[in-house]
């Protein structure tokens, strides 16, 4: 597949700290991807350099293969950003006619649909609206736009769980019918798991992992049983965390186990669970590098 973006080996400081080091990047065309870390991790650092919004004290981003100079955005792209600091006395449909002058591919009858979907009241003012219901109108943007490239920061902030699930479902279905290349920051990675196709990880500005989500869901174990049985059979393996309790031991480990290494695991009389997404993440963002 063609690549759309890429970072490479960028880093942000902010006095001695690094928001960003030495990180990489590649989206591909037509891919959900799913950008995870917990708060200060440095995701919407990342969204605000590709969009132009911040500038990188080195590294390099490329768009379509052409190099990104200082402050551009890239073509056809739209960034939801977590705070849209939308004009507070513009009413919503009007907020919805500014924005749908910089998207060339912007999709009238799909924004009108989305206000109903959600129940939004286009002449409401934005500066009546609740904090998730100014995400639910940044969503429609970033959905409408039917830009190349999309990017969402923490685009479920402030939404209840039905308005989450709606939220996904409208993505996944205009998905569908209209690929694209889109990047969901969160730091949810149970919800995210159905959504996104591949995920980076991101902890302290550095990427932790890169990977296809069904592989992630086929490789994250929990491993139970004696202490030295744990211990051969993790052996060369990449363990994320381990616990002990009596003379029992258990470890995360992230790695596809084959039939030689469950047949082992009963040898050793070693338990195999499938470790929950949301477990894998706090252990390898904990494991840190």
């Not at 003012?125 to 219901?133: A, E, F, P, Y």
């Not at 429609?140 to 990017?151: D, M, Q, Y």
């Not at 296809?212 to 174990?221: K, L, T, V």
């Not at 929990?222 to 470890?251: C, M, P, Q, W």
Request: proline residues 2%.
């Amino acid at each position: 597949m063609d690549i759309v973006l890429s970072c490479d080996k960028l880093n942000k400081k902010y006095g001695r700290t690094y928001a960003l080091r030495d990180l990489d990047i590649k989206l591909e065309e037509n891919v959900i991807y799913g950008l995870l870390g917990r708060n200060g991790a440095g995701k919407t650092t990342l969204l605000n350099v590709i969009a132009g919004g911040l500038f990188a004290n080195d590294g390099t981003i490329e768009v379509r293969g052409q190099k990104l100079s200082k402050g551009a955005l890239p073509e056809d792209c739209c960034f939801v950003r977590e705070n849209n600091k939308l004009f507070g006395g513009a009413r919503l449909i009007e907020i919805l006619q500014f924005a749908s002058n910089f998207y060339p591919d912007w999709d009238w009858p799909f924004a009108h649909k989305l206000i109903q979907t959600f129940g939004l009241n286009p002449n409401q003012k934005i500066k009546q609206l609740s904090r998730g219901t100014e995400s639910l109108v940044g969503n429609i943007i970033g959905l409408s736009s039917r830009s190349a490239l999309t990017l969402f920061d923490e685009p479920i902030l402030g939404l209840d769980v039905v308005m989450r699930e709606r939220f996904y479902k409208e993505l996944l279905e205009d998905y569908a019918n209209h690929p694209r290349t889109i990047l969901l920051s969160t730091h949810l990675i149970d919800e995210i798991s159905p959504i996104a196709e591949r995920v980076y990880i991101i902890d302290k500005g550095s990427i932790l992992l890169h990977d296809e989500m069904n592989q992630i869901r086929m490789s994250a174990h929990l491993i139970r049983g004696n202490s030295d049985a744990v211990a051969t059979f993790t052996k060369g393996k990449r363990v994320l965390h381990t616990e002990s309790y009596g003379y029992g031991k258990l470890a995360a480990i992230y790695e596809k186990l084959n039939d030689e290494d469950r047949l082992q695991a009963r040898k050793l009389d070693i338990t195999i669970e499938n470790l929950t997404l949301q477990r894998f993440f706090s252990y390898l963002i904990e494991g840190g590098h």
